[in-house]
């Protein structure tokens, strides 16, 4: 049994490639792991606010001198980390939009990225404080990203890696459902991605 978290960030809701290829890891995981709980949070549906001087206000003040309204600003955050927590594995759907990821990923990223609470300034350099997870990068892009020339510009799988790791995060895999710009892939490109994927850890 493992806890899931899906996030999804595509507005494409139906025909996404990478909340389908998500969907369908969890549904690997399901036949590995039954009994497990999904918990489903589209980013979409309920969007995380961009950053505003009030988040930063309400997580820079310790817990108990926050005010109501701090207490309100700081929801959404408290809201992502603990689901984070709760969960084993966390399937992060993400959409390729202008060689970056959809800007309400970011927002979602932004709320839990927090010091003293996901990482940590140890002697040592930053800690991550999110360990013992394990997440699967679903990513969809008109493009190929994974080898070829346009390698050079994959922004996206680099930097997810980098801020899942600062906060702890290393058992990273990545699927891809790529190339959708080429007719003769549009077909297949789901069905590739997944046959191609050795599950299951
Ligand atoms: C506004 C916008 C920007 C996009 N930018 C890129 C891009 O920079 N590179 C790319 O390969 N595909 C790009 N695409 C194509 C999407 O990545 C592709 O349609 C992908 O399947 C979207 O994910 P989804 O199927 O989960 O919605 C863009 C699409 C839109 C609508």
Do not use: C
């Amino acid at each position: 049994m493992k806890n899931i978290l899906h996030i999804i960030s595509s507005p494409r809701t139906g025909i996404s490639f990478s909340t389908k290829l998500g969907k369908a890891i969890i549904e690997n995981l399901i036949v590995a792991y039954p009994s497990s709980k999904v918990v489903e949070r589209d980013l979409t549906i309920d969007p995380f606010p961009h950053l505003q001087q009030k988040h930063l206000d309400a997580f820079f003040t310790r817990p108990e001198n926050r005010t109501e309204i701090n207490a309100t600003d700081i929801k959404h955050s408290e809201t992502a980390i603990e689901e984070i927590k709760r969960a084993d594995v966390i399937i992060i759907s993400v959409d390729v939009y202008n060689f970056n990821i959809h800007s309400t990923l970011k927002a979602w990223i932004d709320h839990i990225v927090r010091s003293g609470i996901t990482f940590k300034l140890a002697d040592t350099g930053v800690e991550g404080l999110l360990t013992d997870k394990k997440v699967y990068l679903a990513v969809a892009s008109k493009g190929v990203y994974s080898e070829g020339p346009m390698k050079q510009f994959d922004f996206v799988v680099p930097y997810l890696r980098f801020v899942l790791n600062f906060i702890g995060i290393n058992d990273i895999e990545v699927l891809r459902v790529e190339g959708s710009s080429i007719p003769a892939e549009q077909e297949t490109i789901l069905e590739k991605s997944l046959n191609e994927w050795s599950l299951i850890a």
